[in-house]
């Protein structure tokens, strides 16, 4: 029996053309890539970039606030924010009057790689190939898909 066939006879829901999960995974896939050219010059992954971009937006955060932020746990956290410690980006303090909780600050390094990381919005933008209406028409979208899907859990 050939692959061809098989395929043929897999109930539609179980194929993987039809699987919303699979056309986010694989758009992330292909996002990634072109973030991951864009930020070689950062020194950062597109992970640490994240992370950035929450610092930008509000410098001197716990770990958890972090966390919040870019719905990831602690120990997903803590490794990323030791590499951006060792490359200068960020410190590591424990709060004064928590001292379980872990502060993120800024370096001036740290906020000086805020300037170099502005033209990669609109590269990405570029890269879509897509009108402005659409993405943010899309960025709602999946923001009610991720809002439905966290209520579900």
Known sequence: MTTRRKAETTPAPLRLDQQVCFSLYSAQLAMTKVYRKLLADLELTYPQYLVM???????????????????????????????????????????????RQVVISLTAEGRALRRKAGAIPEAIFCASGCELDELLELKSRLDGLRERLSQHQ
């Not at 966390?67 to 303090?93: I, W």
């Open 53 to 99: 971009l929450v610092l930008w937006e509000g410098d001197s955060l716990t770990v958890s606030q972090i966390g919040e932020r870019l719905f990831l746990d602690s120990a997903t956290l803590t490794p990323l924010l030791k590499r951006l410690e060792a490359a200068g980006l960020v410190t590591r303090q424990r709060a004064v009057e928590d001292e």
